[in-house]
């Protein structure tokens, strides 16, 4: 039924048509839910009106005297549900008004009329649902983000650690290892100078190793130098890892962008690679990022073996890789795209608007 209890929900209809706008005000005055309804009879009342109030949904004609009631969608930006009304059904304006964002299409008929408060409530419980899914899934992008600085932070506090604490070490244990040497008498034992000699190449491997896990945890050329010479530094490190050579092609020059920005591509060509070197059985790969006509593109291809992608993650495939990094090119704004072609390999491009840099 009708109320001006505030707590109703206010449904604004945009007719102009008299016998039209009572026959549904009818149907609102026997609903069982309670309604508070607005009337506009043209779109620039409709305007002001919603400057003026806010409303559950608008159920609006879809011709009237000063325009088409398709025009309020912009108005409305997703704030609220609208319900589009018209004389004749015609499936190519139905089409085109869910496109712009109308959440149902009716045809004017009394029937329709008669009914016009359960097709409200169905898209005012239809909105809900999805509005409620939208906070969702913000909130889960807003973890999944946290997540990831979460993890970077990890990393460059692990990389530190690494760095000055366990390289500091292994750098005054092998002066001791050093001091010992030159200190042996020339008569010592031929096996403890072997020991001496051996203790010293193991060091030595250690402090190699730690330096390419503090460098593969944070590189810090890519904090000091940008995304270009960070790719080409892994690029390197991987063929030397792999066997397999990477070819690197950039713009020249490439500006910096935004470090996140930076880290998110640099971090996908990783996982993009470790796919290649995992699964692809490829010969060669190659990473391009270069500006197309305002666009960021980074693509990272192979000559694999190529085919489908799981269509869920699971620990056997590459599932969980491609999961991973398509949150996150999500989380910086960035398109992700993963192409497989079985025998011709595959590839993952992430591309977003060079303005938004």
């Known amino acids: 039924m009708l109320t001006n209890s505030p707590e109703a929900p206010l449904i604004l209809l945009v007719e102009d048509d008299s016998s039209h706008v009572t026959a549904i005000k009818r149907s609102f005055e026997r609903a069982a839910e309670n309604y508070r309804l607005e009337i506009a009879g043209t779109l620039s009342v409709a305007r002001e009106a919603i400057k003026r109030i806010q409303p559950a949904l608008v159920l609006t004609d879809y011709r009237l005297p000063d325009g088409n009631g398709s025009d309020l969608a912009s108005l409305a930006n997703g704030a609220w549900p609208m319900i589009m009304m018209t004389a004749k059904g015609n499936e190519q304006i139905a089409v085109q008004l869910l496109k712009t964002g109308i959440q149902d299409y009716i045809v004017k008929s009394a029937h329709a009329f008669s009914h016009m408060p359960e097709t409200v409530n169905h898209s005012l419980t239809a909105w809900r649902l999805v509005q409620a899914r939208r906070k969702t899934e913000e909130a889960l992008r807003r973890y999944a983000r946290r997540l990831v600085e979460m993890e970077e932070e990890l990393r460059k506090k692990i990389a530190a650690e690494l760095h000055d604490e366990i390289g500091r070490d292994l750098t005054v244990l092998g002066m001791n290892i050093s001091i010992i040497d030159s200190q042996l008498a020339d008569d010592s034992p031929k096996n403890l100078r072997e020991r001496i000699k051996d ?59 935004r470090s996140e920005v930076e880290l998110a591509f640099f971090r996908i060509s990783q996982e993009a690679l470790m796919n290649t070197a995992k699964h692809a059985q490829a010969t060669r790969a190659s990473v391009t990022l270069k500006n197309d006509k305002g666009m960021i593109l980074l693509t990272v291809t192979d000559d694999g073996r190529g085919g489908k992608p799981h269509p869920t993650p699971h620990t056997q495939g590459s599932g969980w890789g491609l999961t991973i990094m398509r949150e996150r090119a999500e989380l910086v704004g960035a398109d992700f795209l993963f192409e497989s072609i079985p025998g011709q390999g595959a590839s993952v491009t992430i591309k977003m608007p060079w303005e938004e840099q």
Do not use: C, K, Q
């Open 199 to 257: 203790s010293t190449r193991l060091i030595e491997d250690i402090s190699r190793t730690t330096r390419n896990m503090t460098a593969g945890l944070r590189p810090p050329v890519l904090d000091d130098y940008g995304l270009v010479s960070a790719l080409r530094w892994h690029a390197g490190l991987y063929a030397a890892r792999t066997g397999i050579p990477v070819t690197v092609h950039t713009d020249d020059p490439f500006p910096r962008l």
